[in-house]
């Protein structure tokens, strides 16, 4: 078990272009959750599927960011038109049923200049 | 308000001593989650705890629900255990999602 999976562990980005980032999940479980975090707002919830499906996007910033899930074994984070404030710690968790325990993946490191 | 409040919010051991971190939150919740984080590390789960007490080792999670309060026990604290504390919880809304509370920094020294 390789735990979640998330590529890449870095990313650099200038203002205006767009980043997408990976996560695999853990094979069997069923919800897949994206975080975002920063020194100053800590840990924010994104999006997260269930079953592939998109259950619950209410933390993602409204514009530009966009979440897919096409198969059970990977789902992306694309964000477009990437600003300085987009720069942050990007996690992806994935969970059995969504009622035990979450495990979460390294992150991905974005920084946009 | 913030629904899930840590405290404190950052504390300084000498090893060996023990270390009481606490989670109180505003809501009812489904679950409630203490992870432990290095800098620049992933997310570890330490437990998974809904209600009642817990024990891994030198580690010990007590959820009081009614009190709405989580604690994680740390105790012969080691340099190696310093790091952030996360405890989170699951609303009961349905909604998988987790909310966070801000950590606790915790610095044991030699």
């Known amino acids: 078990n390789a735990g979640v999976i998330q590529t890449p562990r870095h990313k650099v980005t200038g203002k205006g272009q767009e980043a997408t980032l990976w996560c695999e999940p853990i094979?069997?479980?069923?919800?897949v959750f994206w975080y975002r975090q920063t020194i100053v707002q800590g840990l924010e919830f994104l999006t997260y599927?269930?079953?592939?499906?998109?259950?619950?996007d209410s933390g993602m910033p409204k514009e530009r960011f966009s979440a897919q899930m096409p198969n059970q074994s990977h789902s992306t984070l694309k964000i477009q038109s990437t600003q300085p404030q987009d720069s942050a710690v990007y996690l992806c968790a994935s969970s059995f049923d969504g009622n035990s325990d979450y495990t979460f993946g390294s992150g991905t490191r974005l920084l946009v200049i | 308000g913030q629904q899930v409040q840590q405290s404190p919010a950052s504390l300084v051991l000498q090893e060996g001593e023990n270390a009481e971190l606490q989670c109180n939150f505003s809501t009812s919740l489904n679950s409630m989650q203490w992870f432990y984080q290095r800098p620049g590390g992933s997310l570890v789960s330490l437990f998974y705890?809904?209600?009642g007490t817990k024990h891994s080792g030198r580690l010990t999670s007590t959820t009081v629900i009614k009190e709405r309060r989580s604690s994680l026990h740390i105790s012969s604290s080691q340099t190696t255990d310093s790091g952030t504390y996360l405890c989170a919880l699951e609303p009961p809304s349905g909604s998988w999602q987790l909310i966070f509370g801000s950590g606790t920094q915790l610095t044991v020294m030699p």
């Open positions: 705890n809904p209600s």
């Open positions: 599927f269930r079953n592939q499906a998109p259950i619950d």
């Open positions: 094979s069997g479980h069923s919800a």
